[in-house]
């Protein structure tokens, strides 16, 4: 495997990732970046995800991984900056990791792979592009996701 099919299969986990996400959130693409041999896809979350839904988000996203057959490898079960971490049968590491305003973030890191050039994500996000923009705060409100629940 090469770095661009790594980035291709990184893909391939967070599109699945956000499909099983109900009810759905708005994405944008997060910088990828490139090692000596390893290439990181990152995803931005757009929607506000309430401090009383962040548990429930991070289980929908567990329930998920462990489905897919993921080894989760750790939980950060702080109430305020939560984070979930684990790795595909490929040895692929995952993560969702809460930031402030209940911004969340996705980020697949691939093991060392042969070097190769990586072109962008062909994954359409549900959210704004912000293509080498600054992406801002979480700002799209969703009924179930932004709720207020204690």
Not at 48 to 60: E, P
Request: aromatic content about 10%.
């Amino acid at each position: 495997m090469n770095m661009q099919e790594a980035a291709e299969y990184a893909d391939k986990v967070l599109d699945e990732t956000f499909v099983g996400i109900e009810p759905e959130v708005q994405w944008s693409h997060g910088p990828t970046t490139t090692g000596g041999c390893d290439v990181t896809r990152r995803r931005t979350v757009m929607t506000v995800i309430s401090d009383g839904r962040r548990g429930s988000f991070l289980g929908v996203v567990d329930r998920l991984w462990r489905k897919g057959g993921y080894a989760i490898k750790a939980i950060n079960s702080d109430r305020e900056f939560p984070a979930i971490y684990a790795q595909t049968r490929r040895g692929f590491g995952v993560s969702l990791s809460i930031g402030g305003e209940g911004q969340a973030f996705f980020e697949v890191d691939s093991p060392c792979v042969e070097k190769s050039e990586v072109a962008d994500s062909t994954s359409k996000p549900t959210g704004p592009a912000f293509e080498g923009e600054f992406i801002p705060r979480p700002n799209v409100h969703s009924d179930f996701w932004s709720a207020e629940v204690s």
